[in-house]
T-cell receptor, first 113, second 112 residues
Framework: AQSVAQPEDQVNVAEGNPLTVKCTYSVSGNPYLFWYVQYPNRGLQFLLKYITGDNLVKGSYGFEAEFNKSQTSFHLKKPSALVSDSALYFCAVRFSGNTPLVFGKGTRLSVIA | DVKVTQSSRYLVKRTGEKVFLECVQDMDHENMFWYRQDPGLGLRLIYFSYDVKMKEKGDIPEGYSVSREKKERFSLILESASTNQTSMYLC???????????FGQGTRLTVV
């Protein structure tokens, strides 16, 4: 079955340290991959996407993500975390054609000063 | 910039009421979606629509219906609200070619 997983409910990072938020998916073919961020009581904001091309994708606010086809992963990264990065992060996948995005359960990132 | 507007940020309704959640997008997107968000469950798709007057069930359609009479507007209807429908409801729209979805601010619905 097609699915997307975020294995960590919570990630804690010290300010200035690198951060990684993990995402894996289960599908055949070439999915479209997305990361979104949600601040308290707000809708989701788009961060970045991978459709094709370079496996390293750069997005908003200094975030980047690496597409790894062999490991079916699309981990979100940032070299130096900020307290303002604290939020809920969602990985999403479009598996085929014009189909709705399927979301992971979300990872809460806390950056501690 | 794409704007997706949900008519209410917060709603409190009584059990058994019929509830309408409205969503409007201003970028001529073909696709529109309704998700609900619950802690620990992420976003779950309720209904979606690829065109005017078309609708498709998502993963959790029970207790909900939708209406899309105009391309820019997608309404979610709770036929008879129940307490287990207390949740955050998120509307989104997208173009077909890449699936990038733009979200509204969300409506936090409480059913008492």
């Amino acid at each position: 079955a097609q699915s997307v997983a975020q294995p960590e409910d919570q990630v804690n990072v010290a300010e200035g340290n690198p951060l990684t938020v993990k995402c894996t998916y289960s599908v055949s073919g070439n999915p479209y991959l997305f990361w979104y961020v949600q601040y308290p009581n707000r809708g989701l904001q788009f961060l970045l996407k991978y459709i094709t091309g370079d496996n390293l994708v750069k997005g908003s606010y200094g975030f980047e993500a690496e597409f790894n086809k062999s490991q079916t992963s699309f981990h979100l990264k940032k070299p130096s975390a900020l307290v303002s990065d604290s939020a809920l992060y969602f990985c999403a996948v479009r598996f085929s054609g014009n189909t709705p995005l399927v979301f992971g359960k979300g990872t809460r990132l806390s950056v501690i000063a | 910039d794409v704007k997706v507007t949900q008519s209410s940020r917060y709603l409190v309704k009584r059990t058994g009421e019929k509830v309408f959640l409205e969503c409007v997008q201003d970028m001529d997107h073909e696709n529109m979606f309704w998700y609900r968000q619950d802690p620990g469950l992420g976003l779950r798709l309720i209904y979606f629509s690829y065109d005017v007057k078309m609708k498709e069930k998502g993963d959790i359609p029970e207790g909900y219906s939708v209406s899309r009479e105009k391309k820019e507007r997608f309404s979610l209807i709770l036929e008879s609200a129940s307490t287990n429908q207390t949740s955050m409801y998120l509307c989104a729209s997208s173009l077909s070619f890449d699936g990038l979805a733009f979200f509204g601010q969300g409506t936090r619905l409480t059913v008492v």
